[in-house]
């Protein structure tokens, strides 16, 4: 008789479980409490689905911060590159994007939800829309799933049910409860990939977005990360990619101070703006400074510059000193944003924090305290930066888990 395995969650870690599991000739049930298997899945990259990272083994493990070493099993056996061939072959055709992200050419992300769902059916995968509860354990073994509106028995058991951000798309943290009354020890949860919130900065630019700027990161006063790309002002402080991406590397605000440095002119070192400043400054010789910076900035931000600088906003131009001008130069290589702390984890895009990695066995997913319950994706304590990287690590720990559960004995 074909081996009965449950898998929980209907989400990358656990769709990719399940088709692993199945292809290994295991009957599995996947239970999904969403009317839809991957809804955080279909809103990943604003809907384009960032899949992975076009990358190698070091590349993904340089990139997961939180216990890499950890996944160096599963990447070694699944990295990018195999992730990319896995689903072309199931017929979702891919491009490469700035950073190595990886695309469907659709930039639909329901293509990728959608293979993944038609593989399911073809592997006669049941596919059952019920909330697991509790998880049946006697004696240290697994034996089943105790769902909203029935039990399921089962030989093993595969546990994907995400973080705790986003918990609209189900990530309620009801893994992490469920594992917990199994013995298993659940990190501090905390969002990664996470808006930030400021010290009022961003309530005065609310709405304001930057294209093009640079941006640097400083944890007690030392630069510890550097990015280009967009950012958004809001009414709580900074958001857009660039600082969900700087977020995941902000990892102690209990004990260490963070602030942001904006550089608005990348593309011009420090003489070459100034150059810049002297032709705008000739142009405008007659005019007040803050009439002065039309051309320079966007709208929005030049009453705040001209009040940073402390230049008397009807100072006419032309008796700008040297120094003046100098102050203004550094403003806008160094526009500063002192960061308070992140915003709750339900804004996050990822967790940071779950179950113990210690616990787990890293090559098949296994816990070390259940025999036949198996862990993937986000519910576990790892998490990586943006860039297809945390898409990965569902993957790769999915597929583990699925073929590891199919295979061991019981």
């Known amino acids: 008789m074909n081996k009965q395995i449950v898998v929980v969650g209907g989400g990358a870690a656990g769709m990719m479980a399940a088709v692993c599991a199945a292809e290994r000739g295991a009957s599995v049930t996947l239970l999904e409490p969403n009317e839809r298997l991957g809804k955080k899945l279909n809103i990943t990259g604003k809907g384009r689905c960032n899949v992975t990272n076009n990358a190698d083994l070091e590349t993904l493990l340089a990139n997961t911060p939180k216990n890499g070493k950890f996944l ?13 061939a896995f689903f072309e072959k199931l017929g979702v055709p891919l491009k490469t994007e700035r950073g190595n992200r990886v695309f469907p050419v659709s930039d639909r992300a329901f293509d990728i939800s959608g293979a993944l769902e038609r593989r399911l059916k073809a592997l006669r995968v049941t596919m059952v829309r019920d909330r697991a509860v509790h998880l049946e354990v006697e004696e240290g073994i697994i034996r089943g799933v105790q769902g909203e509106h029935r ?4 030989q093993a058991v595969i546990l994907a049910t995400g973080g705790v951000s ?4 189900g990530s ?3 893994g992490h409860r469920m594992a917990a009354e199994t013995g298993h020890t659940v990190t501090p949860l905390r969002g990664s990939l996470v808006p930030l919130r400021d010290f009022g900065i961003g309530r005065q630019l609310q709405g304001l977005s930057l294209r093009n700027v640079g941006l640097t990161v400083f944890e007690n006063n030392k630069k510890i990360y550097t990015d280009f790309g967009e950012l958004l002002f809001t009414h709580f402080g900074v958001s857009g990619p660039l600082i969900l ?5 902000m990892r102690h605000f209990e004990k260490k101070a963070y602030r942001l440095e904006i550089d608005l002119k990348p593309a011009l070192d420090e003489q070459q703006l100034d150059k810049r400043l002297l032709s705008d400054f000739t142009k405008y010789a007659n005019s007040d400074f803050c009439n002065a910076l039309d051309d320079l900035l966007p709208q929005k931000l030049i009453p705040v510059v001209v009040e940073w600088t402390e230049i008397p906003p009807h100072q006419k131009v032309h008796d700008l000193t040297k120094e003046q001008r100098r102050g203004l130069l550094q403003l806008l290589k160094h526009f500063p944003v002192v960061i308070v702390g992140p915003c709750p984890v339900t804004d996050a895009i990822v967790t940071s924090g779950g179950i113990k990695v210690g616990e787990i066995d ?4 296994e816990s070390k305290i ?3 319950l198996y862990f993937a ?4 304590d790892v998490d990586a930066y943006t860039g297809g990287f945390n898409l990965q690590i569902a993957w790769a720990t999915g597929r583990a888990a699925g073929f590891a559960a199919a295979e061991n004995e019981t």
């Open 72 to 84: 160096y099993s599963a990447f070694s056996r699944f990295d990018g590159r195999d992730a990319m």
């Open 151 to 154: 039990n399921y028995p089962a």
């Open 166 to 169: 986003y918990p609209a798309t």
């Open 172 to 174: 309620t943290g009801e």
């Open 245 to 249: 991406s700087a977020s995941a590397h």
């Open 362 to 365: 890293p090559k098949t997913m």
């Open 370 to 372: 259940v025999k036949g």
């Open 377 to 380: 994706g986000e519910v576990i």
